[in-house]
């Protein structure tokens, strides 16, 4: 029996409109949806987005660009971060897919092939991962003034600390760079951008974790719930270990629920100190988690509950990506592909 991995679209939206309510009326809201939208679903998710009133979309890689125009329809426009690449043309023909084109060959390529098409320009202003630096731009300012994109953007590599010098730093060079680039909108803030404030908003906004209830958005709405069903329960006496290794040994008698789930699922065996919850009652995960399996502490509950809840308004993706040394963006698209999923607010 699968686990039931519940994702509640109404909050999705809820923080959508939460995030767009934080800049000014001017500035449009977009949606990050990569990665199959952090995992929780893009073909779900995205038209949810879109019935709540987003129109511009961003992606990853061409493929998914493909996969979501199935679902949105020719209206929405899809960015796709990664540009273009070799094999990527018919995602711009037959898909209407719009690349953020990030170097000067990406630029010529498409200057080549697609003129007349939309196209985005990504800029480095200091995070050395994509876009384009001065000189690299420069190289290329007319074809780019050429193409008249419809979008210049740029990402922040620290948005999430607030007071990191980075920000200011990368906020004055998007400033002085786009500047020099004839586009329709400017786009530099993420979620930790959008709550930064007004000043690295722009045009355009592009919103991915906060969407689906992750830090650094405090405010957000909690998206997901896991319950994990019970497999069967035993009694273990004191002396007696439980799981691989036997790393967990029971110092009075005991009762310990198997239930279904385990790294297979995206559980990080690394994550330690977990509880699942019985309504708002902690049990101690005990023992090792094991591919599909997890064996809980159920002993102080008075009746044996027909699952257990891991992720759900009390323990976080982020609480428990504190627990596994990660953070929520890993804990979300790590969600495997056995559970049963349950759309909240079609
Ligand atoms: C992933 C990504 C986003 C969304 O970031 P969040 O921190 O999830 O809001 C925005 N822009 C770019 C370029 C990205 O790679």
Redesign the pocket.
Known sequence: MQATLSIDLGAICANWRALDALSGPQVETGA?V?ADA?GLGAAKVAPALKAAGAKRF?V?QAEEAVALRAVLGPEAVIYN?SGLMPGDDEAVVEHGMVP?LNSAAQVKAFAGKFKGRPCGI?LDTGMNR?GMEALETASVGFDIAALQPDLV???LAC??EPLHPMNATQLATFSAMSFAIPARQK?L??????LLGAPFHFDLT???????G?L??KGAHPVVELALPLIQVRDVLPGEGVGYGATWVATRPSRIATVSGGYADGILRAAGGLSLYAGKTPCPVVGRISMDLITVDITDLPETPASLSLLNTVQTVDLLAEKAGTIG?EILTSLGGRYQRRYLGE
């Not at 803030?189 to 959008?194: F, L, N, Q, S």
């Open positions: 990050v990569k952090y961003f990853a971060f953020v990504q994509l953007m740029s990402h948005a999430d786009s803030g993420a979620t930790g951008g959008v592009r919103p991915g974790i906060g969407l689906y992750g650094p958005f963006y």
